[in-house]
């Protein structure tokens, strides 16, 4: 029973999402692979899996391992390379009735820029800047940890495409309002945060790391508070909206993002575990609304800060 | 198309110290279901273990599949503990299982411990078309020994091996090889269980050009495509070696183009 009375519908960047609710990059595919289990086209927007300039085969075999609450992976950005993406696969994504983000990984500044201006096609909504993947050499995390590198990412981004651009952030600094101010004077329309934490496993039979890259990101309900508090400290820091995610896995959790103030959520491990989880989240979040008579999304932004 | 559902537990009764049968009443899963093809099981509803557990098709029954798993942690632990009545949540069918020409006359099937489960289908399917099964399980030891009853209803000639000599055959899966079966005498050759056994039997197959599927393991997190985190090393039709998905190109690939590392 909908009340029509609750509106999910969303303003990010000036795009108008249905809904808050995004699914996380590398956790969904190109957001086809989950047709069979929901309607795709009801989520707010979906993000791709990180697109690199060439082909990139990615980490050898052991690239996950559980941990309680949570999940280490390195896969090492498996990609077949941005003129694969543009041919292959965004026709299909083109039948999707929602919003498409293209995540992108580069190993200079140039190459992001390169990858920004290949991708600045019909059928791409926006960008999602990954300046923060912990499982490549090169590249990657160091841009995001580094506030003056974050920001000459986003600027040469931001020149190279017409599109909305959000900059993910990630959570493996000492002080993450310091690279959030960053991309924001480098012209990012948005922030994403969190990407995985760095962390690792031991395998005590064979006494080596379980991992095949020895280190991998963390996700998961493991990483939620994490997650959320840097949420809350941006937040207070910048004016541009805030993509919250890590650790959600419900519609509660999606809500404690917003409430600590983002303007939309992504799920990511939650897909992997329950691929329709997607439809579930904005069914609970609408109910949540009509429990406490908010009417409009907006309305719920930021309201844990004072 | 697979289905993401909840079945229905019927039985679940241990087959000895370590494995156990359950079989689940889920008809979406079972009507698309084919021989090798896997399920992503959902063993705990509090998050504990998060992930879900992939587990092979033994076989499809009325309205249903049967699963036969060995219990090694917290999750293959959780499932041992439920009964009949209890609901699941299921993904599936999944992934690319065995396939067969009807013209094949006689197939050997090589199965290691657990490895042993998806066999049932398969054999039961060969079977069901007329072609000659011959079987091979492995064990560690006597107490091991699950399903050798089952698999001789389809199989005409059945061989058991035990590490330990307590049972059948002195030696590993691929033991009786060297001398009680000549492999030249099957059209193809199909196998699950442990990689050393894989390996050994690909060198086998390959030198002697004997089509051979193997079903390969590797960690899972979705099952379903879209984490990448399972990958297979394989050598592709133009001679690179790429990394493809167990849970969806696989879990069966042919002996020829799958690459082990030494
Ligand atoms: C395609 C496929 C089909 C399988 N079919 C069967 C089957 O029919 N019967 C059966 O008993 N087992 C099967 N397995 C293995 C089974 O998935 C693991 O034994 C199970 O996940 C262990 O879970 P656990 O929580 O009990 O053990 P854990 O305590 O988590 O780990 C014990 C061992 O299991 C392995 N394992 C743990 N999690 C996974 C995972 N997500 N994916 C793969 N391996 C894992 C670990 O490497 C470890 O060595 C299959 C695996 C795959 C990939
Ligand atoms: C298997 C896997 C692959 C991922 N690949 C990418 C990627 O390609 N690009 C990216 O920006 N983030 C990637 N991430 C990070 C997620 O998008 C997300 O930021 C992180 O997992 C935290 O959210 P979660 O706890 O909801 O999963 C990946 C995460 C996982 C688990
Ligand atoms: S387990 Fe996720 S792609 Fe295979």
């Known amino acids: ?306 | 198309m697979p289905y993401a559902t909840q079945g229905i537990i019927t039985k679940n009764n241990p087959l000895n110290h370590q494995i156990y049968r359950m079989e689940i009443e889920c008809p979406d899963i079972a009507k698309e279901a084919s021989p090798g093809q896997f399920i992503q099981v959902k063993s705990s509803d509090d998050g504990a273990p998060l992930l879900n557990r992939p587990i092979s098709i033994a076989r499809v029954i009325p309205g249903g599949l049967q699963i036969i798993y060995a219990v090694v942690g917290t999750g293959t632990r959780q499932l041992s503990e439920k009964s009949a009545g209890d609901k699941l949540s299921l993904i599936g069918p999944l992934g690319h299982g065995f396939s067969w020409q009807p013209e094949n006359k006689k197939v050997l099937l090589v199965g290691g411990g657990i490895g042993i489960a998806p066999l049932h289908a398969l054999a039961e399917g060969l079977h069901g078309d007329h072609i000659e099964v011959h079987t091979i399980l492995g064990f560690n030891t006597k107490e091991d020994l699950f399903s050798q009853e089952q698999l001789a209803q389809w199989s005409k000639k059945l061989w058991v091996t035990t590490m330990d000599g307590t049972c059948g055959i002195h030696g590993h899966a691929c033991t009786p090889l060297e001398g009680t079966v000549s492999i030249e005498d099957y059209d193809h050759v199909y196998a699950c269980g442990p990689e050393p056994m894989l390996k050994a039997l690909a060198k086998i197959c390959n030198s002697r050009h004997i089509p051979c599927s193997l079903s390969v393991e590797e960690y899972m997190a979705c099952g379903i495509g879209v984490c990448l985190g399972c990958v297979q090393k394989i050598l592709n039709e133009d001679h690179e070696e790429t990394y493809q998905r167990v849970c969806v190109e696989g879990p069966v690939f042919s002996s020829k183009e799958v690459v082990f590392d030494d």
């Open chain 1, 1 to 306: 029973m909908t009340d029509k009375r609750v509106d999910l519908t969303t303003d990010l960047m000036g795009l108008t999402l249905k809904n808050p609710v995004m699914t996380a990059s590398g956790t969904c595919g190109s957001g086809i692979e989950l047709l069979p289990y929901m309607d795709v086209s009801k989520l707010g927007a979906i993000v791709g899996k990180g697109t690199t300039l060439n082909n990139k085969v990615g980490n050898p075999p052991g690239r996950l391992m559980q941990t309680p609450g949570g999940l280490l992976n390195c896969i090492g950005l498996q990609n077949q390379g941005a003129d694969y993406f543009l041919t292959e696969i965004l026709p299909e994504v083109r039948k999707v009735d929602t919003h498409f983000f293209a995540n992108i990984s580069g190993n200079t500044v140039e190459e992001y820029g390169i990858l920004a201006e290949k991708l600045d096609v019909d059928g791409i909504s926006g960008l999602e800047v990954n300046i923060s993947c912990p499982n490549v050499k090169s590249g990657g995390l160091a841009f995001g940890t580094v506030p003056e590198d974050a920001r000459s990412v986003t600027e040469e981004v931001k020149k190279r495409t017409g599109k909305p651009v959000l900059v993910k952030l990630s959570p493996n600094v000492t002080d993450i309002t310091a690279i959030a101010q960053a991309v924001e004077e480098g012209g990012a329309d948005g922030i994403s945060l969190i990407n995985t934490l760095l962390g690792m496993s031991i395998d005590i039979e064979t006494m080596k790391a379980s991992l095949s890259n020895t280190f991998g990101g963390l996700s998961g309900p493991a990483v939620k508070p994490v997650g959320l508090r840097m949420v809350y400290q941006v937040y207070q820091k910048v004016k541009i909206p805030i993509v919250g995610l890590g650790g959600i896995m419900n519609a509660e959790d999606a809500i404690e993002y917003l409430l600590a103030g983002a303007t939309a959520i992504q799920l990511g491990t939650a897909n992997l575990v329950n691929p329709a989880v997607g439809i579930e989240v904005i069914k609970g979040i609408e109910e949540y609304m009509e429990r406490k008579n908010i009417r409009n999304m907006q309305a719920l932004v930021g309201k844990a800060h004072g």
